[in-house]
């Protein structure tokens, strides 16, 4: 199963509750191949790492929930086999005893529309957004956003979504291919069509959970796809407007911790403002026998992230 990469030298009370985190798991049932900078990426090796998530999950008996922080499926996988390939994964992680909180990535949209894709992740809205909030216990908010609001994939062609997508990358990205990031400098390189951002009404949403939050002394967990600072990720990777997203966070004293996947090889930062911004490594990137996923022991003042295999442990003190 792989051991988890624990923690030398501290000691701390019971957690207040515990969860389990996985990323990327990006599933084909098609040969191993590489990512567009020449990582080996094993499409068939990943859909056994989420197996052995799981079953470390139920072993530990104490998970409260799972996280699944998104790429269901891999782009690759044959179009006319996406429904199926989704299903299955989704099936999996059903075999966890406890509930498992998904959201959307690039990786799922190329798959399946919001129409079919939502309803599968249990994710009811009715709008065909993907964000959400709910509370484990009563003094912890998590905060799952919709890195795809605005996004040139996953909504029906003409939407009006997809239209200022397009006219934001039109503007942002001279390039023909909207993937790449030639000639784009520094935070530039972001505005790729396989990113997204955070759109005006979810902003307002969010604005107003956090006020809710701080009214109700809840501290809170931030969790996207995409990664929200540059100290954790690489500029190709994160949210399109993670600025206006983070103005929005710091406004507040309640959110501790963003969490994130879609970077494959995985960061960790802390802001300006003291809040933790921790990007998990892929369960895709794993090579046969290795792992990538882990648990999240929660406490008042931090969190304690226990990861297995490629997945790096790190205690996340709360440090405002």
């Known amino acids: 199963m ?51 998530a ?53 990786h799922c949209l190329y798959n399946l ?8 992740l249990k994710i009811q809205r009715g709008d065909g957004c993907a964000y959400y909030d709910f509370c484990p216990v009563p003094g912890y908010r998590f905060v799952v956003l919709d890195g795809y609001d605005i996004s040139a994939i996953g909504w029906p062609p ?31 390189r972001r505005f790729l069509m396989f990113n997204g951002a955070v759109g005006e009404e979810q902003l307002q949403w969010l604005d ?41 966070i710091h406004h507040y004293n309640c959110v501790k911790v963003c969490l994130s996947g879609h970077d494959h090889k995985g960061g960790h930062s802390i802001d300006s403002r003291g809040i933790h911004h921790k990007v998990f490594e892929a369960a895709l990137e794993c090579p046969p026998g290795t792992d990538a996923f882990g648990y999240v022991d929660v406490y008042d003042d931090r969190l304690l992230l226990f990861g297995t295999g490629r997945l790096e442990s790190c205690d996340l003190y709360f440090t405002h």
């Open 2 to 52: 792989g051991s988890a990469n624990g923690f030398t030298g501290l000691q701390v009370k019971k957690p207040l509750f515990s969860f389990g985190v996985i990323s990327d798991v990006q599933y084909a049932d098609i040969p191993d191949g590489r990512s567009f900078l020449g990582v080996p990426r094993y499409y068939r090796h990943s859909i056994l790492v989420l197996q052995r």
């Open 54 to 106: 799981v079953k470390q999950w139920n072993l530990l008996n104490n998970l409260s929930f799972a996280i699944n922080f998104g790429d269901i499926a891999d782009g690759f996988c044959p179009k006319d086999r996406s429904m199926e390939t989704v299903c299955k994964v989704v099936n999996e992680f059903k075999k966890f005893r406890c509930p498992v909180y998904h959201m959307i990535g690039n």
């Open 113 to 120: 529309p919001r129409s079919e894709l939502l309803p599968l």
């Open 158 to 188: 003409g939407h009006p979504k997809t239209k200022q997508a397009m006219q934001l990358l039109q503007v942002k990205n001279p390039n023909t291919d909207k993937n790449s990031p030639v000639g784009l400098q520094g935070l530039d």
């Open 208 to 248: 107003g959970v956090l006020q809710e939050a701080t009214s109700l002394k809840q501290k809170v967990v931030v969790c996207c796809h995409l990664p929200l600072d540059p100290g954790a990720s690489t500029e190709e990777a994160l949210l399109w407007n993670f600025d206006e997203v983070m103005e929005v």
